[in-house]
């Protein structure tokens, strides 16, 4: 986590009047390097750990390099984002954005796209090509108490963790609502950042992973896995009484 501070509104009218100095000059600037210039301006302007929100049309479809059709005079989308220095949200309607107009994406388009939700994606392509191809991903979720949801995961591990008697590596992906430290609790896994949502992964060029592992979590929308396993209600009644999760079989 970081420390928060908010740019004032003379603070935040300066950044803009300077990203669209910058923008004049730069109109093909990478979006990566954007985000980078307006961070280190707003640092500046309002100190470490500040974040603000930019929700001018103009400026989001700067930044982001992205293009709309909401107002058929403009090519704006309606759209604000969240800028700070490990965060950098866009908050859209996902039915703006169909599976047919991301696959449309050329290479760079999806790069935006998935530095729109990854921080350090350098870091994160690291962290996948570690340990050779039998990577297994893990999607946890926000399931009962904290000590409960730690021994269920664990348990997927110990099940699940190995391919063919081949001990694997296994990745962690949190859900975005999950407050497990899995960093703490699986010290020996790789843990990605919880805050983007799993179907970026779709977009990482040459990214597959033999096995993805699942209790809840819907994961038809996802490409970049082999095998699937989808653990359900069986699985959970381990855990705890079954009402809790078969509400839909007691209606």
Known sequence: ????????????????????????????????????ALRKELREAAGEGAVTLVCGLDDVVWLTNLRGH???????????????PDIALLMTDQRKVTAEQAEGLDADGKDILVHLFIEDMDEIRRKLEEGGPNKILLLTEPLCGLDVRERIFRDCIEQYGEINGEESVVLIKP?????????????????????????????IPGLRFRRVISVFTVVHAIRFAEEIVYLG????DNY???????????I
């Open 240 to 250: 705890e009484p079954p009402e809790m999760h078969r509400q839909n079989e007691m």
């Open 175 to 203: 859900h975005p609502r999950d407050v497990l430290d899995y960093r703490k609790v699986f010290p020996e896994y790789i843990v990605l950042d919880g805050k983007f949502p799993m179907e970026v992964l779709n977009y």
């Open 1 to 36: 986590m970081f420390g928060l501070g908010l740019a004032n509104t003379k603070d935040w009218s300066n950044l803009i009047t300077q990203s669209r100095r910058y923008r004049c000059a730069n109109i093909f600037v990478a979006f990566v390097k954007k985000l980078t």
């Open 233 to 236: 209600e069986d699985f959970m």
């Open 70 to 84: 909401d107002n058929p005079l403009y090519p704006f989308f309606h759209a604000y984002m969240v800028v700070g």
